[in-house]
């Protein structure tokens, strides 16, 4: 069998998909790129492959006889590079964020579409335990029909941000809407369903003292209610800077409930369990509580990566799609799409007096021209003259000497 030939691109986040690939007979892993040549020369080292090549330019790793690309590089810069993989004949599977802005968003619908290459998006939330048995019970129709749903990303980033932020002002998660990074709460209630959202009203969380600490220049998180094709409600709560963490879903359908254990109640068993309360057909009324933790063939598999096992997932069914398997589950762009845009719709909902606003459906040519030139985000570099700002109630000036503090908070890390 020939094996699929693999390019990673960042070595940090994409340490999970590099080990992935060591442990995958199907797979070769062929190149690793990062234009930070010092910590790409640590990995060289770690590695010790001679049959690994290593790149600090995303042009020769894109003319490289690599099959697939892995992006894993920093979120706000996922869209371009996926459209330049795709316009060089390469499949694409990219981390979270998907896009930054609408314009984005067509653009790369269409690399996808015309260049027939498989894109798919990295939501390694949909892959865990919990949401995994929930989507297996809905479409056996254990659920019913849906009705209503929730879920909460909720993550104290404040002891992370020196190590993942370097005190840099600029960082994009300093500069970015409390709105934007979704999909972890939205994502896997959309992979659940399978249903369109059709519309959206945010309501933004104000700006807090760990924020300021953190030179996050954003409110601490975002509340969404996102109306799906057929009526049903999903709630998603999410952000950086709560006081506790929390990774929670819950699905009400015609036939009763399931939901997660909850990560902020440690013997809950956090998003490796589930509950459920089904009936066996609507009407019954009675409870069946039910409380187990789901496994499937490759559960055990799953354990050596991270995010409680989602990380293997995302990368097994991308290989699995690219060796033929009709039947992988990918999230594929339009998917990832409609677990992004309810948040960037939500932020203009907060900016426009916290009105309904429509989710654009980039399956529609009409759509699609409608939305090419909006790059309205929070990004300085991609939104041209149409900047939003990070927050909405006012433009926060964060003192200089934050972001000193952090930055010799990351370089003592440097030192152990």
Not at 187 to 213: D, Q
Not at 334 to 350: I, K
Request: glycine letters at 8%; hydrophobic letters at 35%.
């Amino acid at each position: 069998m020939k094996k699929i030939k693999i390019g990673v691109v960042g070595v940090h986040r994409g340490r999970a998909m590099i080990d992935y690939c060591k442990a995958d007979n199907r797979v070769e892993l062929a190149a690793i790129c990062d234009c930070w040549k010092d910590e790409l020369e640590k990995t060289k080292n770690e590695l010790k492959d001679n049959n690994i090549k290593y790149y600090d330019n995303f042009d020769e790793l894109l003319n490289s006889d690599v099959d697939a690309i892995i992006l894993a590089n920093y979120a706000n810069e996922h869209a371009p590079l996926a459209i330049k993989c795709l316009e060089h004949g390469k499949n694409v599977l990219s981390e979270v964020l998907p896009v930054q802005n609408m314009a984005e968003a067509v653009s790369l619908v269409e690399a996808v579409e015309k260049s027939g290459k498989i894109y798919a998006y990295a939501e390694n939330y949909c892959y865990m335990s919990a949401p995994r048995e929930m989507r297996r019970l809905y479409k056996s129709g254990a659920l019913g029909t849906f009705e209503y749903a929730e879920g909460e990303y909720m993550h104290n980033c404040e002891s992370l941000w020196p190590i993942i932020t370097y005190g840099n002002p600029d960082h994009w998660r300093n500069t970015m809407s409390a709105f934007y990074y979704c999909t972890h709460s939205i994502g896997p209630l959309i992979h659940i369903t399978n249903l369109k959202p059709k519309k959206v009203i945010g309501v933004e969380m104000p700006f807090n003292s760990r924020m300021a600490r953190m030179g996050a220049k954003a409110g601490w998180g975002s509340l969404i209610i996102i109306t799906l094709e057929n009526g049903g409600v999903i709630k998603s709560l999410h952000g950086v800077g709560p006081s506790k963490n929390s990774v929670w879903y819950s699905i009400y359908g015609s036939l009763g409930t399931a939901e997660s254990g909850r990560e902020c109640n440690p013997t809950s068993g956090a998003y490796e369990k589930i509950y459920t309360n089904l009936d066996h057909y609507e009407g019954e009324n009675i409870d069946r509580f039910i409380y187990y933790e789901p496994k499937d063939k490759l559960s055990e598999k799953a354990k050596l990566l991270g995010h409680g096992g989602s990380d293997f997932y995302t990368m097994y069914n991308f290989i699995s799609k690219l060796l033929g398997d009709a039947d992988a589950e990918i999230v594929d762009v339009y998917e990832a799409l409609d677990m992004f845009l309810p948040g960037l719709f939500a932020y203009r909902s907060v900016l426009n007096g916290g009105i309904t606003m429509d989710i654009p459906n980039l399956k529609d040519d009409k759509e699609k021209e409608k939305y090419r030139n909006d790059f309205a985000c929070t990004d300085p570099k991609k939104a041209k003259d149409q900047l939003q700002p990070s927050y909405s109630k006012a433009n926060l000036d964060i003192p200089k000497e934050i972001y000193q503090q952090i930055k010799d908070k990351y370089l003592e890390t440097l030192k152990k």
